[in-house]
T-cell receptor, first 112, second 112 residues
Framework: DAKTTQPPSMDCAEGRAANLPCNHS???????VYWYRQIHSQGPQYIIH???NNETNEMASLIITEDRKSSTLILPHATLRDTAVYYC?????????????FGQGTTLQVKP | NAGVTQTPKFQVLKTGQSMTLQCAQD?????MSWYRQDPGMGLRLIHY???????DQGEVPNGYNVSRSTTEDFPLRLLSAAPSQTSVYFC???????????FGDGTRLSIL
């Protein structure tokens, strides 16, 4: 019962910015937008999260629209090691269960 | 920097056998959880714990037991393995249920 919609796959050229969209039109006021990724055969890795303001860290930037119904994860200079499945997750704070609802995600293929 | 350590990495069982999947973290996280990931599907929450001595059921708890006697360890027990439990199992931890979670690299379990 994922509350987000993502394109199933995207390609990106190495060195270019990768922009991964996510739709979360039913997001509630206390729900944050989280992004995780899963590189093949590894556990999910946390990337970034935000409520309503744009966020940036050493890995990526997160742009959330003013109405909070959609967001974009930006990897500024994609490398081959960024090839992975990217999951956009809406997650309430606080949460009693910590349950992350992983949908199908977007498979990002970074090409040389 | 060990993070979340899962053992074993691979295991093959026969139907009806029992085993324990180990999960340990060295970050003094109070919250720990177990997920399973079946082919082509997202992760589903099995059990979680908000601290030593406290556990609760997630989305798919049937066939699995957990206990949390220490902050560091959160083992997952299969009492009588069934082929439907063939999956990749991931353990995760965080300071609180709503903070970013750190995942282990998984245990790949096959039940014949």
């Amino acid at each position: 019962d994922a509350k987000t919609t993502q394109p199933p796959s995207m390609d990106c050229a190495e060195g270019r910015a990768a922009n991964l969209p996510c739709n979360h039109s039913t997001i509630s006021g206390n729900e944050y937008v989280y992004w995780y990724r899963q590189i093949h055969s590894q556990g999910p890795q946390y990337i970034i999260h935000g409520l309503k303001n744009n966020e940036t860290n050493e890995m990526a930037s997160l742009i959330i629209t003013e109405d909070r119904k959609s967001s974009t994860l930006i990897l500024p200079h994609a490398t081959l090691r960024d090839t992975a499945v990217y999951y956009c997750i809406v997650f309430p704070q606080p949460s009693n269960t910590g349950k992350l609802i992983f949908g199908q995600g977007t498979t990002l293929q970074v090409k040389p | 920097n060990a993070g979340v350590t899962q053992t074993p990495k691979f295991q093959v069982l026969k139907t009806g056998q029992s085993m324990t999947l180990q999960c340990a973290q060295d970050m003094n996280h109070e919250y720990m959880s177990w997920y399973r990931q079946d082919p082509g599907m997202g992760l589903r929450l099995i059990h979680y714990s908000v601290g030593a001595g406290i556990t609760d059921q997630g989305e798919v708890p049937n066939g699995y037991n957990v206990s949390r006697s220490t902050t560091e360890d959160f083992p997952l027990r299969l009492l009588s393995a069934a082929p439907s439990q063939t999956s990749v199992y991931f353990c995760a931890s965080s300071y609180t249920p709503w903070q970013p979670q750190h995942f282990g690299d998984g245990t790949r379990l096959s039940i014949l």
